[in-house]
């Protein structure tokens, strides 16, 4: 495994344990790295827009199309490194 890998399952596992829960915007930009991060471009079809939370986690990763793992990796762990300082 490499470092970046291994800094990113760490990261993805604070995630899980910050004091409180991102604002919805921050939340979809996580999803979107993370999904990014692990399987890569947005594949398959644009849900129903009546189906806002699936329409609005598809959007946010599909914005990120075309960038590599390792960018959406190192990205993902610079939101979370952030998110810890704001707050603590």
Known sequence: M???Q???ETAAQE???LP???DNATMLKLYALYKQ???GDVAGNQPNA???IARAK???WAKLKGTTKEAAMQSYIELVES???SMS
């Open 2 to 4: 490499s470092d970046l």
């Open 6 to 8: 291994a800094r990113f």
């Open 15 to 17: 995630a899980q344990e």
């Open 20 to 22: 409180s829960r991102p």
């Open 37 to 39: 991060g692990t399987i």
């Open 50 to 52: 009546l189906d806002f």
């Open 58 to 60: 598809y959007d946010s």
């Open 83 to 85: 998110l810890q300082k």
